[in-house]
């Protein structure tokens, strides 16, 4: 969360290059944090950012 706090604009495949985890893995993590009201994804697909709300 921390990562997307610093630079929101980062996308799946940037957070799993930053992190050392797999694209796979990745989207399992940011899917988790979604689930649990930690961060939501705002705007369209391709130029939305993820956002932290906890």
């Given at each position: ?13 940037g ?10 893995t ?20 391709k ?8």
């Amino acid at each position: 969360m921390a990562l997307i706090e610093r630079n929101p604009s980062l996308r799946i495949p940037g957070i799993a290059n930053a992190t050392g985890m797999s694209q796979a893995t990745t989207k399992r993590v940011i899917e988790t944090l979604k689930v649990e009201g930690k961060i939501e994804f705002v705007g369209a697909t391709k130029t939305g950012f993820y956002k932290t709300l906890a």
